[in-house]
């Protein structure tokens, strides 16, 4: 009987200690401030400027990307900047979200737990948003 009892505390003993735990981080942030401008350019183009001001809750993930939608994908890629509180980032067309847009890559930038931070993108040209009316040339609407 004793070596029965021995024999199961010594596995529950080992049971336990080869165990490991794993630490997932997950992201858990708040939108707090979003601002879109939207400009509609003289050659029938859209230009979007977006503002995106995060909260990222502590013991979160950083954030470290950030998918931008865009109305669809005739954009002009050269003529997108992006920043963090300023200062610039990178683009990439690793866009993660359903339909068309970016990615903002915040690299060194990335937004730590904890910690709040702006993103700003400007997209300078996008082209297929104006529809002319049919009816009269003077006039003409957008979808955004």
Not at 25 to 49: A, C, H, K, R
Not at 104 to 123: E, M, N
Request: net charge negative.
């Amino acid at each position: 009987m004793t070596r029965r009892l021995l024999t199961a505390a010594l596995v529950i003993i080992l049971a336990f200690t080869m165990t490991t735990s794993a630490l997932a981080q997950s992201y858990s942030f708040s939108l707090t401030d979003e601002v879109v401008n939207v400009y509609w350019n003289t050659d029938g183009t859209l230009s979007l400027d977006y503002q995106f001001t995060f909260v990222n809750q502590p013991g979160a993930h950083a954030i470290d990307f950030v998918d931008v939608g865009l109305p669809n994908d005739n954009y002009v890629y050269n003529t997108i900047t992006a920043d963090v509180d300023g200062a610039p980032v990178s683009i990439s067309s690793d866009y993660r979200g359903s339909g068309s847009g970016v990615a903002v890559d915040l690299g060194s930038r990335a937004i730590q737990p904890g910690q709040r931070g702006t993103v700003h993108v400007y997209v300078g040209q996008i082209t297929g948003v104006l529809h002319p009316d049919d009816d009269d040339e003077n006039y003409a609407s957008a979808v955004f």
